[in-house]
């Protein structure tokens, strides 16, 4: 989750360059300023969370959450009043 300044046109770049850098990395919109993606382990977590730290804009803030695959699979949505669509759980890895 993140909060940039966009006052500026040089800031509302930066933030629109910040977006981009987050979708190259694999990252899917969950709302305006709020990305996810999943990480197969802690060391993936941890690079990505410095790579995050490397591109934020000056004057930007991140709140980056962790969450375990069961708790993923607890998300409850509504839409327009109604129950909407159980995200789809990541495709999980194994390797021989």
Do not use: W
């Amino acid at each position: 989750m993140f909060d940039l300044p966009v006052v500026t046109k040089k800031q509302r770049q930066e933030a629109n360059k910040f977006r981009l850098f987050l979708l190259d990395m694999g990252f899917s919109r969950c709302q305006l300023s709020v990305y996810m993606r999943f990480c197969t382990s802690h060391a993936q977590y941890q690079v990505y969370n410095k790579k995050i730290a490397g591109g934020l804009p000056e004057g930007g803030q991140v709140t980056i959450v962790q969450i375990t695959d069961k708790q993923y699979e607890k998300i409850v949505t509504y839409q327009s009043g109604k129950l909407g669509v159980k995200p789809k759980n990541p495709d999980q890895f194994t390797l021989f």
